[in-house]
């Protein structure tokens, strides 16, 4: 991707080294079960991660198709908590210029409608940290906490991307800024909130193929930041739909793949459509709630 002509996003905190035990919750690009059952945690921290993200889900605000972000955030986290410096390391700045991108590319689709968009915050933090939704750990994966609407990020998650999930390049780590982005942009339209609402009075394995939905849509609006960027190169692409294969659940989970608990869809859907939102580059064309997926 071309984003060294870039200035990077003001819109970003390094939390640096934090206390706290496990925790956390929002919207995370992995499914939360195989991907702690890979590090050796018990399931009872699992349970206690899945309560968690799903009460915070609730403190999600919006409006219209593409709200104008009015509404005000529970917690708000200014600057850095340990005067560390943000986008500091190679991993951070890039991060931080494909965040400026994003800003640049919903800020222009708002503008486009009449609203202003209102950017989120990415906050940078290494092994443990604290969120608006609680305790941030690595082991959780990037993600998106929606009452302090801030996308967190360990970028030593950039390496095990490429190490473990075998899904390196640029465009893949652009992917996982993207993907969390889209979950604010969730969060702004009301969407997020609706399906926090409907997964109250839903058997579980509904609620799962409701957050499903609500992850595909967040893959289809990384792949509308991709197109309207205009900052791919050849081979961009290929790298971005390999990381969303990478981590489907059905791969995520192997041989004991369950899908009534699927929470964030198969590695053919997390592909097709970050391919849908790219080929596109429209938002409305991102519906994932409205016939099969």
């Known amino acids: 991707m071309r984003l060294d002509d870039l200035d990077p ?30 590090r050796g ?9 899945a ?14 198709m593409l709200g104008g972000g009015s509404s005000t955030p529970t917690t ?37 409608q009449g609203q202003t968009y209102a950017p989120p915050r990415l906050r940078f933090y290494q092994d443990n940290g604290r969120s608006g939704c609680g305790a941030a750990q690595s082991a959780m ?13 360990d ?22 800024v993207a993907h969390e982005v889209g979950h604010h942009i969730q969060n702004l339209t009301g969407q997020a909130e ?14 799962n193929a409701q957050s499903v939905r609500l992850e595909l849509q967040a893959d289809c609006y990384a792949g509308v930041w991709g197109k309207r960027s205009g900052r791919m190169e050849p081979g961009d692409l290929e790298e971005g739909l390999k990381a969303a294969e990478a981590i ?12 009534e608990s699927f929470t964030h869809g198969t590695s053919a859907q997390r592909r097709s459509w970050l391919n849908r939102g790219y080929q596109t580059g429209d938002p409305a064309q991102c519906d994932t709630f409205s016939g099969a997926i």
């Open 248 to 259: 489907g659940d059905d791969t995520l989970q192997g041989s004991n793949a369950s899908p």
């Open 155 to 176: 970028t030593g998650f950039f390496r095990e991307l490429s190490q473990r999930f075998g899904a390196g390049g640029d465009f893949a780590q652009a992917y996982v």
């Open 194 to 207: 609706a399906v926090s609402r409907a997964q109250q009075t839903l058997p579980k394995a509904q609620g």
């Open 41 to 49: 945690l018990g399931c009872g921290t699992i349970g206690i991660l």
């Open 9 to 38: 996003s003001s819109n970003v905190d390094d939390l640096g080294r934090g206390g706290g035990g496990l925790g956390g919750g929002g919207f995370n690009l992995l499914g939360l079960l195989p991907l702690l059952l890979g």
């Open 51 to 64: 309560i968690v993200g799903v009460a915070f889900l609730l403190f999600s605000g919006g409006g219209g």
């Open 76 to 112: 708000q986290q200014q600057g850095s908590a340990q005067g560390d410096v943000p986008c500091d390391t190679a991993e951070e700045l890039f991060a931080c210029r494909v965040l400026k991108s994003t800003e640049q590319v919903w800020g222009e689709i708002y503008a486009q």
């Open 141 to 153: 994966g990037p993600f998106y906490c929606p009452p302090d609407r801030g996308v967190y990020l």
